[in-house]
């Protein structure tokens, strides 16, 4: 009789090329050591990080780590908060996360890089296999629409309505841990989205960039653009960014059952959203009284 498959097992065979995404084995901590001293003055002198509630982080075990991230593709709360888990925990300890398959498509030698410190394709499979060695997994719903959304939002969860991560911890028993932070949507001020322009001169003909379709088309303030259009690459302003780690989230029904119960999983995502948007705005309420 067959066993049934463990994607834990085939996670090196899902890799056609290295550091493509599909490996849990590509993680190297000799380059993750190697760029701490980096995120480490960025941490204490550019970002001026004040940090709390890594108290609530299990010594050990799977769990989901679930934040927002903001600040464009810089997006410099989601590295702090790396940098903060590697001077806490060592760089031994699993933590992988999900990336968006476009930037392996639009900057291959960045995602490669990425890759060596944890960074793995945004799909169920290679997700399943990391939460099943035990691993800690990092995920940002919201993707593109979230840390370019407007200035107007910065201190608003925006998840765009994606529900695949609340599957992923119902059916691998897994725990959300929720992570927040303040500041640093303001190190771009993102003054709006032209996508649905974008979408229609595509439509009319227009090539998208690459080839590769953004999803999203801010227009920003920021450096080294002064005004961008576009989810360009950008150089974060220098504001004091604030993080928190909130207690885990646990829900009444776990496996297979409760992941393909869309009523079930709508509940618990709006719990999600809920628990994270009320730490949020206590985060934020603290933070403007610094």
Known sequence: MNKPSDPASKSSRLSRHPYDGWSLDDRD??????????????????????????HH??????????GSHNGGLAAPDMFMLMYDWFRRFGTERLLYGLMHPKV????????????RCGAVQAHPKIAIAALRKNAAVAV???????????????????????????????RESAPIIPAISTGAHDTLIVLGDCYQQAQQLNQWGMPWLLGIDPEVFPLYLGLPWGLGIGPLPNFPLPVQIHTRICPPIY????????ANDRDYVDTCYQKVVEQMQEALDRLESLSSEL
């Open 251 to 258: 829900f009444e029904r776990y496996g297979r059952a409760a």
């Open 57 to 66: 982080v299990p010594r050990s075990g799977k769990m989901l780590i679930v």
């Open 104 to 115: 392996w498509q639009a900057f291959p030698p960045i995602a490669a890089q990425a890759a």
């Open 140 to 170: 940002y719903p919201g993707g593109a629409q979230d840390i370019f959304r407007p200035h107007s939002q910065r201190n608003q969860i925006h998840f765009a309505g994606r529900k695949g991560f609340i599957k992923l911890a119902l």
């Open 29 to 54: 901590p000799a380059t993750i050591q190697a760029l701490l001293p980096i995120w480490e003055w960025l941490y204490r002198y550019y970002f001026r990080v004040d940090t709390e509630g890594w």
